[in-house]
């Protein structure tokens, strides 16, 4: 093929003039370029599914990491796809040092380039870049990082990957799941290397290192994978670095109110951040450490990437990660960083930094099982062209439908929530008369429980919160007994500084904190109810109201927010993608 590749339809589709002074023809050289003849910059975004088959003869790449959000990720597939010794060209304006890094080494070899100036590189491919065999749908390991409690989700998680049709792949627990979990004898349970925290790079890495097969898919215990996950990954390649799915959550067990849930998330002015971030001297591109962790969420802008497109400070978000076995334990993820101190971001931009790229097969998608109202309440998608912005579906907005059954945020009954109130007030507070007690504790939506938490901030004895280790034990238990969710890491770093250095007002600072208003607005206008049965909060199999309420919700996604919630295959595609990863009726297990 001796044409230039253009990755957009309708765009320029002959040989690059501009490569000839550099001594390559059109009779011998293919270029993939997003520029037109004059040189002027399309900077057009890049389709994520989209895959690049080399051929033989010499390839160029110009300018297509500077131009293309997507250029990491077309570079990886042109060396994925080129043949042995076959000579790459890349012209570009960033920093290439990464094809000298532990990642490349065993990919290409650097024969050549000019440091002055456009960078341009000669490379060399010393073997054909695929760390796994062909046949994709052999060799899998699915590790799960789990905690004990409720094995519910975990249950439906793990029967669902049982129930795939694949051969030579194992099921990896890394936690002593809860007593009924009910597959004991058909997985491996790893220890929890860090007992007493929540580490999740931790178990992650210890999920890899144990693992037995060359491909790796690492979920967390909620994700509802597809039935057809192993084809949809066979047929999109294995090599693609790190690949996740759209994985959407629904508020009701109707289907009618949908919307993303931590799949893949973009960190905007974090190039500002990067600038004040200490250096690490045994990890030079480290960006994030546990001290400065907190700082990111005050000065970055977070958002889903659309589903029809890619971003160039995209990240995978934890929920899923599949890769080879062989390059997560090259990278792995920084255990100084447990849950909830972005290490999906550390470990995202640390991966973008080695040259290995993050991207969503948006061709099929998954379930989160449960939800937590941090994550459910983040609905904003950033779009390259036009920044920052809420996307709008809340509700069925033309047809009015309230749902009948709606999921709780909490797997918890009243007695339980009066009980864990009374439980807090014991500990902390003045003494507070019993009917208070029971008033706060049946106020449970909207303003009504914002208004009920304030009262209860508002009885705090401050003679028993005199030092930090006290603060941090009323926080815990606030979490535990109150709130039923964590806290927003940068928000709960700043309130201990706010109130133990410049005695700021604790009710306050908690009150202002996104997991408390996250929760309230959720449970305004009975959006979702706070209590629950643990079974009401996963979804329930399927049945004609769940088929009719996805149909409704495709319909209006693909009408007011089809980038961000529909498959670029269409509605069809979404609502059949739906009803596959659905529970079936036969694969609920209680």
């Not at 003849?37 to 297509?64: C, D, E, I, N, T």
Request: glycine content about 8%; charged content about 25%; overall charge positive.
């Amino acid at each position: 093929m001796n044409r230039s590749i253009w990755l957009r339809r309708g765009e320029l589709r002959h040989d690059n003039p501009s490569l000839r002074p550099l001594g390559w023809r059109p009779e011998s050289a293919q270029c993939i370029s997003f520029r037109d003849p004059g040189g002027r910059s399309k900077r057009l975004s890049w389709h994520s599914g989209l895959r690049l088959k080399g051929g033989p003869g010499h390839l160029a790449l110009m300018y297509v990491l500077v131009d293309s959000s997507a250029g990491l990720q077309i570079l990886w597939d042109v060396l994925q796809y080129a043949e042995i010794n076959q000579e790459i060209t890349i012209i570009d304006e960033v920093d290439l040092s990464f094809l000298y890094g532990q990642v490349y080494a065993s990919m290409v070899e650097v024969i050549g380039g000019d440091e002055p100036g456009p960078r341009c590189y000669h490379l060399k491919l010393r073997r054909l870049a695929k760390s796994v065999g062909n046949d994709l749908l052999k060799g899998w390991t699915f590790a799960l990082p789990t905690g004990g409690g409720d094995s519910t989700a975990l249950n439906m998680s793990v029967g669902r990957i049982l129930e795939m049709r694949g051969d030579d792949f194992e099921v990896l627990l890394c936690g002593e799941p809860g007593p009924d979990f009910s597959y004991r004898e058909r997985v491996r349970i790893l220890p929890d290397p860090k007992p007493g925290e929540i580490n999740l790079p931790a178990k992650k890495n210890a999920l890899a290192d144990a693992a037995r097969y060359q491909r790796l898919a690492i979920l967390h215990d909620r994700v509802l994978l597809p039935p057809d996950f192993l084809t949809r990954m066979a047929a999109f390649g294995c090599d693609g670095g790190f690949v996740g799915l759209p994985i959407l959550y629904f508020l009701d067990q109707e289907g009618l109110r949908g919307r993303r849930y931590s799949d893949f998330n973009t960190v905007q002015r974090f190039a500002a951040f990067e600038l004040t971030s200490a250096a690490d001297a045994e990890q030079p591109n480290r960006i994030i450490t546990r001290e400065l962790a907190p700082e990111v969420g005050r000065f970055s802008i977070y958002g889903y990437v659309p589903l029809h497109g890619a971003d160039r400070f995209g990240f995978l978000t934890g929920s899923l990660y599949t890769c080879s076995t062989q390059i997560w334990r090259q990278i792995r993820q920084d255990e100084s960083l447990p849950w909830e101190y972005f290490e999906d971001v550390e470990f995202g931009h640390r991966c973008r930094a080695l040259g290995v790229p993050h991207r969503l097969l948006n061709t099929t998608l998954a379930l989160s099982i449960t939800g937590r109202s941090t994550v459910i309440d983040s609905t904003g998608t950033w779009y390259a062209e036009g920044g920052w912005r809420r996307t709008a579906y809340h509700r069925i907005p033309f047809i009015g439908l309230r749902p009948a059954r709606t999921r709780p945020l909490l797997a918890r009954n009243f007695e339980a929530h009066r009980q864990s109130v009374q439980q807090f007030v014991r500990t902390w507070c003045k003494r507070v008369a019993l009917f208070q007690v029971e008033e706060m504790a049946v106020r449970l939506c909207g303003e009504a429980r914002q208004t009920a938490i304030a009262d209860l901030l508002a009885t705090i004895d401050s003679l028993r919160i005199d030092n930090a280790s006290a603060l941090e034990r009323l926080l815990h238990d606030f979490e535990r007994q109150i709130l039923g969710e964590t806290l927003e890491v940068s928000g709960r770093h700043e309130l201990v500084k706010r109130v133990l250095q410049f005695g700021g007002d604790l009710g306050g600072e908690l009150m202002d904190n996104w997991a408390v208003k996250a929760q309230c607005r959720l449970t305004d206008d009975g959006l979702m109810p706070l209590l629950g049965d643990r079974q009401d909060r996963v979804p329930r199999s399927q049945d004609w109201r769940i088929r009719a309420g996805l149909a409704l919700f495709v319909m209006v996604a693909y009408w007011r927010a089809r980038r961000e919630l529909c498959l670029p295959s269409g509605a069809l595609a979404t609502w059949h993608a739906l009803l596959r990863c659905w529970p079936a009726r036969q694969a609920v297990r209680h």
